[in-house]
């Protein structure tokens, strides 16, 4: 897997992950990314996971996007979980609010 080009948005603060096991769960992921990388639990990087079972995909949310810059590549390098090849990109920018 190669490094991620961090978008120019600097509200991006998200990692789309796709492909995983159809068996994962919500706290299974949430164990591989930080016995993966315990840099996340040492730096409270983390934010939250959302999983979307029925796509087998996740986002993995994060506090700055300092923590998702510094996650994206470690991130990318994991590549295969229970036999699948998992992809991973950026999130997409949060909607403009009407604030």
Known sequence: AQA???PQDERIRTLFFAGLPNNINQDELHT?????M?????QK???SIQLVTSSHCAFVHFNTRQDADKMATPLAKIGIL???PLREAWGRPPPPSDT
């Open 32 to 36: 591989l990314l930080t016995t993966t």
């Open 82 to 84: 229970q036999d699948h």
């Open 4 to 6: 991620l080009t961090a």
């Open 38 to 42: 315990p840099a996340l639990n040492k």
């Open 45 to 47: 990087a983390l934010a």
